[in-house]
């Protein structure tokens, strides 16, 4: 029986995932083909298949009915994937060149098929290693610009935006960020993750209310600005980069949030490149960050000016008024994110990795005092130059 | 052939609407009734059926798939009827005697089954005919405060209140307050309907691009802002008042929204009073704005202190942020309210129905100068008490 037609949940083995893009004609039925499962079995099964004659690569995702952390499982909706697959496909109506090409789709068996992206690194992984990845801040301020602004209330007819809005409704993925992002690091919560020398910064950050405050309001926002389909994961781990080559993979945490969320995530993660390299290299960074707002605004404005359908779009200050906006709600979720890669729930191997604990921790200070200034000082800054300064004397 | 049985829409009559009441036992089958249509006939049909023996009033609204405004006829979904039950329901969990009581609702026939409660008057009519009203600025309060917090993501669940959300999702009506509060009377638009001695004063309004760039954030926050479940339209004229009670009626616009839009449009609707009444009079309806306030706010505080669900709500200044920002909202909003009834499609009787031109128009610039400094001294305005001050001296 075909896999599809059983229209149920199953497991894919190596065998099935095969006979299934043969079934759907992505690969032809007679095809020599190999097949690797690459996934880290946590929350998806990730298949590699390989026409050996025509060298064409597939993926085939799919995902878990479960969730596997610290060791733990916990069940989650398998309804991830269908947003996953949705997310793909709506934002690659906007930038077909920076997201994997999308061959098919089942609801049923929760899967995603796509092309074989692993000629590319993941960023985060290369830019440990040292990578420039010159077309990297470029690429993704054209991809947070076009997809943000396209799915927004400024590009679509209320009646769509609306229905989008509901197609991406994503509780179950919103509230792991809900937790682990923006409540757990600024409260003694069990899901906290640090070493032992970094209690008195931490305590700092629990007492600081000031902080807590800010965290309170960018939550708030979190759950209730519905402002435009984001990514809802965008660190650079979801991003596969080569010198001449980005693509944005993995928006299973897709919903309708505030722009800068996903803006704020790119950039706080690059903040650990920041943080941890040096001279050249730490420049590298700084102007890929400085680079990433620049195109994200530039083509957001060209947008705006060209394309809004919003009337109060030509209104003098309103640009200006809605750009603040982003920028200072961006430096807080960056803030965010670098406070709960270094003290919450699922760190970045940019900081675990380094070997030296002494260095280690100084880093890991560095990170948290840098993610405290951006949450504190998000509504004082108004220029991306003033935040590179800042990253440049801290 | 039972009614509910056939699944499908049809117009009801005065027959079949009692047949209905009677097949859901309601009222006994055996009951000797009267039935009135009592609608306007623009947007839903109202049936109002006595039990003559038992005096027991009912009450049968059933919305047209169409809406007829200013002699054109316009496709409006029925889904309106679903969402109003809905709301009332969802809302009557939390304020069981402020809303009517619900007795059926039936989505195919687009229809709300109810408590009748003719022995009221619209609090708009009574209003203007000089009444006091002395429960209804409490009720409102206590309403508000209520059903706004009741499902926020103070008090819900993220996964209950994503679901409502959903529920309630509503671009159709939304989008006739987009058009008809936010837009299109701060634009030189067609809807607009203003007398010729204002036109001096309204293109002023559309010069005013403070103004508008003021409108224009009002209206992205109606847009992007899922709070709390909004009535959606409380206007004097959805409320059913007596010395001694106070019933919200006509939910039909609700929606996940900004919670300083449901205050905004109830103290809008009192200024326009304010604005025509002199003396004593006037001030039992500057009490009234005073009194909703407050009264929201304490109930708002004493539910935010003893049942959020929020971890960040016993942060300090967190609950003293978050009431700023309705209360300049709701400002902001009311003042919306002010020019759209005045200058926009769909006027109020409060000044329409002032016979004397000079008075009339005089009155109007009144709303009109109103509104627009409620809308630009919302963020400087931080108490109630400020906003009556300001009121007794325009």
């Known amino acids: 029986m075909a896999i599809l037609e059983k229209q149920k949940y199953e497991a894919l083995t190596e065998e099935t995932a095969v006979q299934l893009v043969k079934e759907l004609n992505i690969i032809p039925e007679s095809a020599q083909v190999t097949c690797q499962e690459i996934g880290d079995g946590n929350l998806n099964y990730v298949f590699k298949i390989r026409d050996e004659e025509t060298g064409k690569g597939v993926i085939v995702k799919q995902a878990l009915p479960y969730a596997k952390v610290v060791g733990e499982s916990w069940p989650l909706t398998l309804k991830r994937a269908t947003i996953e697959a949705n997310a793909l496909k709506k934002h690659g109506e906007f930038v077909p060149n920076l997201v994997p090409k999308v061959y098919a789709t089942d609801e049923n068996l929760a899967i995603t098929i796509m092309e074989d992206l692993s000629h590319l690194t993941i960023a985060r992984t290369g830019l440990i290693n040292g990578e420039a990845y010159p077309k990297l801040s470029g690429d993704i301020g054209e991809y947070l610009a076009r997809t943000l602004f396209s799915t927004s209330d400024l590009a679509l007819h209320p009646f769509e935006k609306k229905a989008l809005a509901v197609e991406f409704s994503n ?44 965290a ?78 620049n195109v994200f605004s530039s083509v957001l404005s060209q947008l705006w000016e060209k394309e809004s359908v919003e ?54 200070k560095t990170a948290l005092a840098t993610g405290t200034a951006l949450i504190l000082k998000r509504n004082e800054m108004t220029a991306i130059e003033e935040v590179i300064t800042f990253l440049k004397e801290n």
């Open 311 to 364: 009337p109060f779009a030509k209104v003098p200050g309103y640009k200006e008024a809605y750009f603040q906006k982003i920028f200072s709600d961006t430096l807080g979720f960056a803030g965010c994110e670098l406070i709960r890669r270094t003290i919450g729930l699922s760190h970045v191997k940019d900081l675990d990795g380094i070997e030296d604990s002494e260095q280690r921790i100084s880093a890991k």
């Open 171 to 214: 509780p179950e993925l919103c509230k792991i960020t809900e937790d682990l992002i923006f409540t757990d690091p600024f409260f003694d919560h069990d899901t906290n993750d640090f070493e032992p020398e970094l209690r008195g910064a931490v305590e700092g950050l629990w007492e600081n209310n000031q902080l807590r405050l800010e």
């Open 216 to 293: 309170a309001k960018l939550k708030k926002s979190f759950v209730t600005e519905a402002e435009a389909l984001l990514h809802g994961d965008l660190h650079s781990g979801s991003i596969f980069a080569s010198e001449t080559e980005t693509k944005v993979i993995d928006p299973e945490f897709a919903f309708y949030g505030p722009i800068g969320f996903d803006i704020g995530l790119f950039l706080g993660n690059l903040v650990f490149q920041v943080i941890v390299r040096e001279g050249e290299k730490k420049t590298i960074v700084l102007d890929h960050i400085e680079n990433t707002w």
